[in-house]
């Protein structure tokens, strides 16, 4: 099946709370660094208008080949990741009214067996969210060392070494591994005690697809250059799913708020707009939380 027959059944988080906080009025410009699906492109490029200076963002050819009734009305389309989207368009001295990065993983992606985002359905060991990129979680299952795999696993996945070492030592004993389901099944095999609801695959899947597209460095690496992407006055929406990625934000922002004349921005949320209050009929909206900047 081609990409196209799968219709994108994506509802964006936290969607009142980041209008609602944006402010988008009619004339401004937006620049989404992970547009996705365009469900939060879409609510507010309906209020600004301004298709033509706007630019959406995504490394995922699935959610490109969505955009393009974006494309049609003047919007500028960038198939690359949001830290190589970001310096682009530095280097170009654009800036915007508006900014939003949107952290998580599209329900596509995670629905889509073929993705290999989901032990819940059996797919390839995948997880790129660029396929154009070599490394994949298969590549780091079946070719990292018991350590690295430990540490990957620990670091990212937050879960406690002695979990984590017997699961690498699983992992590199049990080689190859290709699918999502035998991943699972294994580590399943190697949990000791009972599980309720959280499966014992859950933080290993994490871990691996933060590894896979080094999700944290991207973030690391996009938030200084947010105040040069941004006009005086321009709100900028960071959309997080865990606590690391959450973490890195709320560092950078509370760097912004202690940097006294120095500081470019001043931070609008003092603290984050969770998901579970604020988007409650959104099971996706869970773990999200929503913080946002104004430049000075």
Same mark, same amino acid.
């Given at each position: 099946m081609s990409i196209k027959e799968h219709p994108p059944h994506h509802v964006p988080v936290l969607l009142?709370?980041?209008l609602d906080q944006l402010k988008p009025i009619s004339g401004e410009n937006y620049l989404d660094l992970t547009a996705g699906y365009g469900g939060? /492109? %879409?609510?507010?490029? !309906? #209020? =600004? =208008?301004?298709? =033509?200076?706007?630019?959406?963002v995504d490394r995922d050819d699935y959610a490109i080949s969505h955009l393009s009734e974006f494309e049609e009305k003047g919007v500028r389309l960038l198939h690359t990741d949001f830290v /190589? /989207?970001? %310096? &682009?368009l530095v280097t170009e001295g654009k800036q915007f009214n508006l900014v939003l990065i949107d952290l998580g993983v599209s329900s596509p992606q995670l629905d889509q067996h073929e993705r290999g985002f989901s032990f819940t359905k059996n797919g390839p060991l995948d997880m790129r969210m660029d396929r154009r990129q070599e490394v994949s979680a298969d590549t780091l299952v079946n070719t990292a060392t018991r350590d690295e795999l430990a540490r990957i696993i620990t670091t990212y996945g937050e879960e406690p070494m002695g979990f984590a070492r017997r699961i690498a030592e699983a992992i590199t004993t049990h080689r190859p591994i290709h699918t999502t389901e035998d *991943? !699972?099944? +294994?580590i399943k095999q190697n949990y000791r005690g009972k599980w309720k609801k959280i499966h014992p695959a859950t933080r290993t899947f994490q871990a691996l697809r933060?590894?896979?597209?080094?999700?944290? %460095? &991207?973030?690391?690496?996009?938030?200084?250059? *947010?105040? #040069?992407? +941004?006009k005086t006055g321009g709100r900028v929406g960071i959309i997080s799913f865990h606590s690391l990625e959450d973490r890195l934000v709320k560092h950078y922002f509370g760097e912004q708020k202690n940097a $006294?004349? @120095?500081? @470019?921005?001043?931070? +609008? =949320? #003092?603290?984050?707009? !969770? $998901?579970?209050?604020?988007?409650v009929h959104n099971p996706r909206s869970r773990s999200a939380k929503l913080r946002v900047a104004v430049k000075k």
């Amino acid at each position: 099946m081609s990409i196209k027959e799968h219709p994108p059944h994506h509802v964006p988080v936290l969607l009142d709370a980041t209008l609602d906080q944006l402010k988008p009025i009619s004339g401004e410009n937006y620049l989404d660094l992970t547009a996705g699906y365009g469900g939060h /492109a %879409r609510q507010v490029l !309906a #209020k =600004t =208008t301004n298709y =033509t200076d706007s630019v959406l963002v995504d490394r995922d050819d699935y959610a490109i080949s969505h955009l393009s009734e974006f494309e049609e009305k003047g919007v500028r389309l960038l198939h690359t990741d949001f830290v /190589a /989207a970001a %310096r &682009q368009l530095v280097t170009e001295g654009k800036q915007f009214n508006l900014v939003l990065i949107d952290l998580g993983v599209s329900s596509p992606q995670l629905d889509q067996h073929e993705r290999g985002f989901s032990f819940t359905k059996n797919g390839p060991l995948d997880m790129r969210m660029d396929r154009r990129q070599e490394v994949s979680a298969d590549t780091l299952v079946n070719t990292a060392t018991r350590d690295e795999l430990a540490r990957i696993i620990t670091t990212y996945g937050e879960e406690p070494m002695g979990f984590a070492r017997r699961i690498a030592e699983a992992i590199t004993t049990h080689r190859p591994i290709h699918t999502t389901e035998d *991943l !699972a099944e +294994l580590i399943k095999q190697n949990y000791r005690g009972k599980w309720k609801k959280i499966h014992p695959a859950t933080r290993t899947f994490q871990a691996l697809r933060i590894a896979v597209n080094e999700e944290l %460095r &991207q973030v690391e690496d996009v938030l200084p250059l *947010l105040p #040069k992407l +941004l006009k005086t006055g321009g709100r900028v929406g960071i959309i997080s799913f865990h606590s690391l990625e959450d973490r890195l934000v709320k560092h950078y922002f509370g760097e912004q708020k202690n940097a $006294g004349y @120095e500081a @470019e921005l001043d931070i +609008l =949320t #003092k603290k984050p707009l !969770a $998901g579970d209050i604020y988007d409650v009929h959104n099971p996706r909206s869970r773990s999200a939380k929503l913080r946002v900047a104004v430049k000075k």
